[in-house]
């Protein structure tokens, strides 16, 4: 590794770990979602039904299944979503985000925007926007094609 590469990763690491923890703190003291939380509602948000299978939430949120179970019932149990049984899937069921949980994020995404474009956004130029979105293809594509990542676990298996 040459000092230049030594020098990048160590960049990335601190920004990384500085901001990703700032916003999660933001989210948690603006709203009281949990980053697991909120990031989990913004996955069901994100579909094009607001619900999921629990199977697509883990691969979406590259989480253990076992993860996304305990996390559903801990949101479910706080009035967040609900679930229902899957009549496909009997190991799987379908989760939605509840009318609480939307006013959650209704109230969190204004925040959310404004803090990830005041600490992220605002400080770069387009053009160093448009590196930063290469980078990331070029680094998830080869850890997707060489490594498997965000790939589910049942695709693994297929593969192997």
């Known amino acids: 590794m040459t000092l230049q590469q030594l020098r990048a990763w160590r960049a990335f690491h601190k920004l990384r770990g500085q901001l990703l923890p700032h916003l999660s703190k933001k ?32 691969e979406k949120l590259d ?22 049984v899957c009549e496909s899937d009997a190991r799987s069921c379908l989760v939605e985000v509840s009318a609480s949980g939307r006013k959650y994020l209704k109230k969190a995404l204004p925040n ?20 930063l979105i290469d980078i990331s293809k070029i ?3 080869h850890l997707h094609d060489e490594h498997g990542v965000g790939i589910s676990q049942d695709a693994r298996s297929l593969k192997a």
Not at 28 to 47: A, M, R, V, Y
Not at 63 to 84: D, F, P, Y
Not at 112 to 131: E, G, R, S, Y
């Open 27 to 58: 989210i948690h003291k603006n709203t009281g979602l949990t980053p697991s939380e909120f990031f989990l509602l913004i996955t069901l948000i994100d579909s094009p039904t607001a619900s999921l299978h629990s199977s697509e939430i883990a």
């Open 63 to 84: 989480w253990e299944k076992s993860r996304v179970s305990h996390q559903i019932s801990r949101m479910e149990e706080r009035g967040l979503l609900t679930r229902s």
């Open 112 to 131: 959310h925007f404004l803090d990830v474009k005041h600490c992220f956004a605002d400080l770069l130029t387009p053009a160093q926007m448009d590196t």
């Open 139 to 141: 680094v998830t594509a």
